[in-house]
């Protein structure tokens, strides 16, 4: 299993949240899930300007396996997706925590943040998913 980085937070449906600065946070899915999907080809992006609530549908992501959804760890407004994932998916497949983040919200309310796991307790879940 990979390493989740610390200053990320996590869902139990292995998506990541990143703070960043003015109450905008990025968000993707975890190394673990673009792990179980396998080759990504293709990710169906939210709308910018669209709302998500918090544990709710916002993305897409297929692969060569199956098709999952991706949850919304929090509420907030779709401010900017990655574009780049409309010509390459696979990013998400070589730097899920990195380049292959895939939107970023403005904060409804950043307590939600405060609900999600931190590393250790997610890398305790996602292993017990394997078992």
């Keep these: 299993m990979s390493d989740n980085p610390e200053q990320?937070?996590?869902?139990?449906?292995?998506?990541?949240?990143?703070?960043?600065?003015?109450?905008?946070?990025?968000?993707?899915?975890?190394?673990?899930?673009?792990?179980?999907?396998?080759d990504i080809v293709y990710v169906e992006l939210p709308e910018v300007g669209s709302t998500l609530?918090?544990?709710?549908?916002?993305?897409?992501?297929?692969?060569?396996?199956?098709?999952?959804?991706?949850?919304?760890?929090?509420?907030?407004?779709v401010i900017e997706v990655n574009e780049s994932l409309n010509e390459t998916p696979e990013i998400i497949?070589?730097?899920?925590?990195?380049?292959?983040?895939?939107?970023?919200?403005?904060l409804a309310d950043s307590s939600e943040i405060d609900a999600l796991l931190n590393a250790a307790a997610y890398t305790l879940k996602a292993a017990e998913d394997d078992d």
């Design 53 to 77: 609530t918090a544990g709710t549908e916002a993305v897409v992501v297929e692969s060569v396996k199956a098709a999952s959804d991706a949850y919304s760890p929090v509420s907030g407004e």
């Design 93 to 106: 497949n070589q730097d899920a925590f990195g380049k292959g983040w895939i939107y970023r919200l403005k």
């Design 8 to 38: 990320l937070r996590y869902t139990e449906s292995h998506e990541w949240l990143r703070q960043l600065d003015h109450g905008i946070a990025e968000v993707g899915i975890t190394d673990h899930a673009q792990s179980l999907l396998g």
